[in-house]
């Protein structure tokens, strides 16, 4: 037995003096030898110099360490500095006893100092596009390796710059300090890591899978991992992976914003547009989804957004592979337009310059190529839509875009009760694009509306809207000036506070005798109907009657050359309005600077009483009428015609001619007499309060 002992104790001795010598010869090896041995390895992989500037140095223990510092790789020849990467300093920590039974046992990995250029030059090519100086001999593989376990990944002082040599954008990353550990290549990552994104801070913190599920043949790995920057705060659910080397992505989806407005104002400095959006007062956003993605579709499923009381619901789907094809379903119970974005809380912008053409309708070519780039699917349905004060109910969209052809139809809406639906069409596949409108309302209560906006002392009752026009052109212009179609908007037994009339001041209804401006009126009717050829729109009926006056207006507005060409001729029904001069108003000038005139010397009067002059008057609707210059009206006319019936019927209605309060007789012979001047209660006062109230209404 003690010869054994003797023998073990043997082999003891010698393996502690080979391991001894080992280790004395190892402390005595000069490392350094080998950097020009990395370097030129280095340059044949990737046709870069690297250098190392600093020792190569190892520590001997039974926890042995390399460490190097200064280390450069160049950058490409093309690159805007030398290098590409510098590190201040590399260390691996190993455990020795593993490496006796062939495995690889990283205690600790620390990076520090690192500098990273990652950069694009004008063509977009890369600067981590490598040029190897040579390829590597076929028996030179180095076969099956060991994966080594890494117990734990310390990175500080880390920055990384990219440059967009296209775009010319910039994007600067500092990782103050990244953590990672496991404690082998089976157990799940625990990281950790805080830095900036141009100078914005952000944190990341988690669990990944193993080392050995990510680097396995599928490379799928389960994520659970929370990000917070920039006031947004996302979680990740789920799993990751390249499997066939395509990104997978399967898990739930979690982003909470603190305040959108103040996002957006940090957000801007990587993306200037954002500086335009309108100010948002959301104070709090989050959204829940299901995260999916194969490498060619992605999409978001059970998705549930809350902002303040709005809320969405819904999924969407993105093919990415070949053509673009979305497709959206969205549900809502309520979205607050007046909570998400109050009018008033941010200074007013500045008016907008008038286009120096003087024309509205811009010719700039309307972006249809942008309609060519994608296909998409949308459909919305929402119980309630509030929009400055307006509480729009079972709104419905259905959208459709194929190959540059933009369809929504149809869309429909409750408003202030009553259902308003139609259809609109812009196709921008064919070679001159086409517009096709469509809306119709039955029954609007324009009373609700007004009610709804805080309103109650202005009018009430009920209205029928249908407007179906088509057009052709690449701009708003062209489209404008070659739109064809009619519009009708008409109104019968509402009511009026005279408020409504006392659009400059109570000087204009206290000039009409027996008009009380407290008193409700009885709108008979109100009729705008206007038929559309070819860019000119000829007013068919313009006709607004109460119990004691009637307004008819006649002319046209030219859409092509933007230019108007109207008259509202303002009558009194009773004997006790008829003591106030009354004078039709002509409107002229264009679109963006309209003119207007008490037109005293184009009064329309009784030149309808013959034939060839109603004639006339149908043929230029009702213009020829009003160039009877000579024809002035008397005070005292009153005029009885019911326009109200062929108004509303859609027919063509011209002004019909006047009679002498309690007379009548004609008063065309009244000659060119001016009206009796009466102080600023009676008929001046409304001269000069008609006047202002034009200005008033159009903003001049």
Known sequence: MSKWIKIAGGIVVVLVGVIVAGVAILGSMDFNQYKGLIAEQAKKATGRDLQIAGNLNLEISL?????????????????????????ERFAAEVSLLPLLSGQVVVNRLLVEGVDLLAETNKDGTGNWEFTPGEKAEAGESGGDATLPSVDQVVMRGIKVTYKDGVSGEEYRVALDELTAAAGTVDAPVQIDAKGSLNEKVFKIAGTLGSVAQMTSADGVYPVDITAEALGVKTGYQGTLGTPGGNIAVDGQLSVAVASLKSTLAEASAFAPALKD?????????????????????ASLSGMALQAGKTDIAGSARAAVGGRPNVEVALTSNLIDLDELLPAGEEKAAEPAAKPADGRVFPKDPLPLDGLKAADAKVSFDGKKLVVQGNHIEDVSVRLTLKNGNLQVDPFSAVVAGTKIGGNVGLNGAVSVPTLVAKLNAAGLDYGELLRQRGITDIASGKLDADVDVKGAGGSVRA?????????????ENGKLDSNALNIVSSDVMSALPGFNSKDDKTIKCGVVNFDIKDGIANAKAIVFETGGLSAIGVGTADLREEKLNLIIDPRAKQTSLASAAVVPVAIT???????????????????????????????????SLLAESAAKRAVGAVDTTDYC?????????????????????????????????????????VVDGVSKGLKSLFGN
């Open 63 to 87: 926890n042995p360490a390399i460490a190097v510092d200064g280390v450069t790789f160049a950058n490409a020849a093309w690159g805007s500095r030398p290098e590409m990467v510098t590190v």
């Open 277 to 297: 959006v309108p100010p948002i007062r959301a104070d709090k956003i989050d959204l829940t989804s299901k995260l999916t993605f194969d490498g060619k579709n």
């Open 479 to 491: 489209i404008m000036a070659s739109l064809n179609g009619k519009l009708f908007v008409k109104t």
């Open 589 to 623: 000038g264009t679109f963006l600077e309209p003119e207007w005139a008490l037109d005293k010397g184009a009064l329309l009067g009784n030149t309808a009483s013959t034939v060839a002059k109603g004639a006339a008057a149908f043929a230029t609707m009702g213009l």
């Open 645 to 685: 019936t062929p108004a509303l019927a859609g027919k063509t209605v011209v002004p019909g001619k006047m009679e002498e309060a309690g007379s009548g007789g004609d008063t065309s012979s009244s000659g060119g007499s001016e009206p009796a001047k009466q102080d600023s209660g009676g008929a001046g006062g």
